[in-house]
């Protein structure tokens, strides 16, 4: 796509979401495609006009149709469009002015936009370059604070209402400062640059200026060496000491008026506020003080106002909750998920995951195939929502300190906005994925995830495109859907719910032997791994089209929902080239040659039980008591406490069995005749959810029996229920995996290799 320009950048990046600060411009998400990691690049050409470039491909024309944009008004300012152009950009927010906030060292803290129409907006670095449109957990100074720390004992300083006027004094060779926020929002904290210094604060013309100025000098009254308030005459309404300025004033004037005013002494002050502005004012004082502080003060303060201090305390609380609006009173602090700049050049996707591959080697100890598929799973996460399925990744071990904690943190440098978390509610989860599209990555999900079905069966829906959750929103419970469908790590000891293991990659990680991770990890240095991070990012979102489409080619008798697990895996090993198909087929190989017992359905446990029971069995016929009989004196399997809390019973089986189109009958054996099974009535169970007990790793799914015999069975019946076919070679016999739930609809057969 070739490169667009724009008469103003600000008019573009006012349109966009999501837009950062880059080393050379502006990462925005393009409108022209469901973008969740900044993919549209902006940059300021050497003639002044803007580029812009997506680079997942989205068309010029698709660009600016979304932003509203005709062609029309791109190119060359002797177009004839561009005055219809420039009229519209005349009417848009323009950007006209920048004020840093720096600490005593000069280092950057925060800054301060100053848009015409006269609109502000605060921003932070993002320590990557970028920029975060918030001042979360930052910290307030005076403007030009380094410049405050400098001033000579003897000079008068100068407080206004906005850096503009602030600026405008220090033109003029003054000390001029000012509190970001302007009107309202002073705080304690301030006083410490004003310290033994001479103030005087030019309040603008009007009521909340005026009030401001009160609050000011209160506040300084006892630390700086004098402080004035001194009120600009002739100034209209709303005015300020640029408007004085304007007029004629200059610094020789401004001194004079500031020295000759009165020092302002705080009980006057109080006398000549009202009553209910006094009690105003000593509240949000109270509520911008730090905690410590304030436990000093509330004793006093009370006792000023009249009250109690729990009444007090109340009082406070609300005040906090007002004059601080980005918390909007909430507890804790607003989620910020990192977004990730992609690397500035296109670049060979066999290598990346090749790197990515070996620093997972390099952290963990893995079992075979495990470091190649977590380096393809990290990919998929890039362009996940351009697949149909998310597998889930579960990392799984039989005990504490094999490294899963360890795995997830270096899985979380490799993802695209991870979210780390120790717990997890439904509604949470629903609503984070609605709206910051990120990659969960849950630990300790053993302790939290298995009785919890609702989440359960959120983290399940989670796993396809089309997974939402429905919930009624607004005073008029409007219906409204939230997606679900997000890439998602769940991390703990032993086995996921059957469900979803079925929906997972399973890495099962062991204790590592002593000197055997070959180096440790230190979130603290990760600069190698982000910037392979930006690579794979680059990698995903120049391949998004290709990724999206891709019909890779999988291992024969690879399907159901294991295939949907594992095709996003080959399809970025396909698109990657080089030996990367072979390595996600010796990965997926080697990953799912193995069945885990603890994440199977109750029903398939019990047919595998069952098929124990008739091994031991001198006949090929049971009655019923004698199975539940045989079940239970399996100390080590669920039966004695299967039917809420208590043995299973005879009708307990019989109702189990029949999801399997087993169902009992009338026997006879010996003398006897009761309810009771016939082995050849498990033969199409047996073969179709039972992985089978007796196989090496090359052992096949069986065909049907012939069921024709009816009395005692033949070897070949019974070999045909454990699952082997008499006198059948193994030579060229593929592996098998059997995936299994409780009821017959949810079982899937899962064949591998050729048969």
Not at 54 to 80: H, M, N, Y
Not at 90 to 114: C, H, I, M, P, W
Not at 366 to 375: E, F, I, K, T, W
Not at 727 to 740: D, F, K, P, Q, V
Request: charge should be negative.
């Amino acid at each position: 796509m070739k490169q667009r320009t724009f008469r103003n950048v600000e008019d573009l990046l006012l349109r966009l979401k999501g837009v950062r600060r880059v080393e050379k411009g502006w990462m925005a998400l393009c409108p022209a495609h469901d973008d969740h990691n900044p993919s549209l690049s902006i940059k300021e050409g050497e003639d002044g006009r803007v580029l812009f470039h997506c680079f997942a491909d989205c068309s010029s024309e698709r660009v600016c149709g979304v932003l509203g944009i005709g062609l029309g008004e791109l190119g060359p300012k002797k177009d004839s469009h561009n005055s219809s152009f420039r009229q519209t950009t005349s009417r848009s927010r323009r950007l006209v002015a920048t004020y840093d906030y720096t600490d005593e060292n000069g280092k950057l803290l925060f800054q301060v936009l100053r848009y015409e129409p006269k609109q502000f907006c605060q921003r932070r670095p993002d320590g990557k370059g970028g920029w975060l449109y918030n001042l979360n957990n930052t910290r307030r100074v005076l403007y030009r604070l380094p410049d405050l720390l400098k001033a000579d004992t003897s000079e008068m300083v100068f407080i206004v209402e906005g850096e503009k006027d602030a600026e405008r004094l220090v033109a003029l060779g003054l000390v001029g400062t000012t509190n970001p926020g302007g009107a309202g929002k002073w705080r304690s904290e301030y006083v410490q640059g004003l310290r033994d210094l001479h103030v005087c604060v030019l309040p603008d013309s009007d009521k909340p200026g005026s009030r401001h100025a009160q609050d000011i000098a209160n506040s300084l009254a006892s630390e700086a060496a004098s402080v004035r308030i001194l009120s600009l005459p002739n100034l209209p309404e709303k005015g300020d000491v640029s408007n004085w300025l304007d007029t004629g004033g200059t610094a020789e004037a401004l001194k004079s008026l500031a020295v000759s005013t009165p020092i302002h002494e705080h009980e006057d002050s109080q006398a000549e506020t009202p009553q209910a502005e006094s009690d105003e004012t000593v509240l949000e004082r109270l509520a911008s003080l730090p905690v410590l502080d304030y436990e000093r003060e509330r004793e006093t303060a009370a006792k000023t106002l009249g009250c109690r201090t729990a009444v007090l305390d109340k009082l406070v609380q609300s005040e906090r909750s007002r004059i601080q609006p980005v918390h909007g009173g909430l507890q804790g602090h607003a989620l910020e998920l990192d977004e990730i700049e992609p690397w500035p050049e296109s670049l060979n996707g066999a290598e990346i995951l090749k790197q990515i591959s070996e620093v997972f080697s390099d952290y963990i100890v893995l079992p075979d195939g495990a470091a190649d598929a977590l380096a393809l799973w990290c990919a998929h996460a890039h362009v996940f929502d351009g697949f149909i399925c998310s597998p889930r990744l579960n990392i799984s071990s039989p005990d504490k300190q094999c490294g899963k904690t360890t795995l997830r943190d270096v899985l979380a440098v490799f993802v695209p906005r991870p979210l780390p978390t120790e717990n997890l509610t439904a509604a949470v989860l629903f609503r984070v994925v609605e709206s910051h599209k990120p990659t969960l990555l849950a630990d300790e999900c053993d302790a939290w995830l298995r009785d919890n079905e609702e989440l359960r069966g959120l983290l399940n829906a989670g796993h396809g495109r089309t997974g939402q959750a429905l919930r009624c929103e607004g005073e008029g419970n409007e219906i409204r859907a939230f997606r679900v469908f997000s890439p998602a790590v769940l991390c703990g000891i032993g086995s996921l719910p059957g469900t979803l293991y079925d929906r997972s990659i399973v890495i099962r990680l062991a204790r590592a032997k002593p000197g055997e991770v070959r180096k440790r990890f230190d979130s603290r240095r990760t600069q190698t791994e982000q910037e392979l991070c930006r690579k794979l990012s680059r990698f995903c979102a120049d391949n998004r089209t290709l990724l999206q489409t891709a019909d890779p080619e999988l291992p024969a008798g690879l399907f159901n929902r294991l295939a949907d697990n594992w095709r996003p895996l080959f399809a970025v090993a396909e698109i990657a080239g080089g030996d990367w198909p072979s390595r996600a087929a010796s990965a997926f190989a080697r990953l799912s040659s193995k069945d885990d017992v603890d994440a199977q359905g109750i029903g398939v446990m019990l047919l595998t039980d069952i098929q124990k029971v008739f091994q031991d069995l001198p006949s090929h016929r049971i009655f019923s008591r004698d199975l539940v009989t045989g079940l239970c004196a399996m100390t080590d399997r669920p039966w004695l406490e299967a039917h809420r809390g208590r043995s299973i019973t005879e009708t307990w089986l019989a109702r189990r069995l029949r999801y399997f189109e087993v169902r009992s009958k009338d026997l006879r054996i010996g003398t006897d005749r009761a309810k009771g099974y016939e082995v050849t009535d498990f033969v199409d169970a047996f073969e179709r959810y039972v992985f089978p007990q007796e196989h090496s790793s090359r052992d096949s799914v069986t065909s049907p029996v012939n069921t024709e015999q009816n009395d005692t069975p033949t070897r070949d019946n019974l070999n045909v229920c454990r699952g082997t076919k008499p006198h059948e070679s193994t030579e060229n016999i593929g592996l098998s995996r059997c995936h299994a739930l409780d009821t017959p609809e949810t079982v899937e057969l899962l064949v591998v290799g050729e048969i």
